[in-house]
């Protein structure tokens, strides 16, 4: 059975950081793409982040584009997601997410998605 545990949500004021960990269960992710998407109170879900095998490449939303990264460490089976720089518009629900065969920023190329964790950001 396939598991993604997010954690690492917060409450943080506009300027700080926050780390946020995705803990895969059930699948390894050295074979999986992996991605963050967030969703925001009456807004569809969007992509944020996402890495390709062993990290060699990433992708990002231009609104995070700078104070964000994300990074993997396939031993631990995790995905990390780096948050700097932290604005009151990021605030919102933190998915992560696994794909099988493509590097992409769609919702529907990932298979596989945690419960999510919340972050916000206040002003």
């Known amino acids: 059975q396939v598991q993604l545990a997010e954690s690492g949500g917060g409450l943080v004021q506009a300027g700080g950081s926050l780390r946020l960990s995705c803990a895969a269960s059930?699948?390894?992710?050295?074979?999986?793409?992996m991605g963050w998407f967030r969703q925001a109170p009456g807004k569809e879900r969007e992509f944020v982040a996402a890495i390709n095998w062993f990290g060699g490449a990433t992708a990002y939303a231009d609104s995070v584009k700078g104070r964000f990264t994300i990074s993997r460490d396939d031993n631990k089976n995790t995905v990390f997601l780096q948050m700097n720089t932290l604005k009151p518009e990021d605030t919102a629900v933190y998915y992560c997410a696994a794909a099988r065969s493509r590097f992409s920023r769609a919702t529907d190329a990932y298979q596989n998605w945690g419960q999510g964790t919340q972050v916000t950001v206040s002003s």
């Open positions: 059930g699948l390894t992710t050295s074979n999986y793409f």
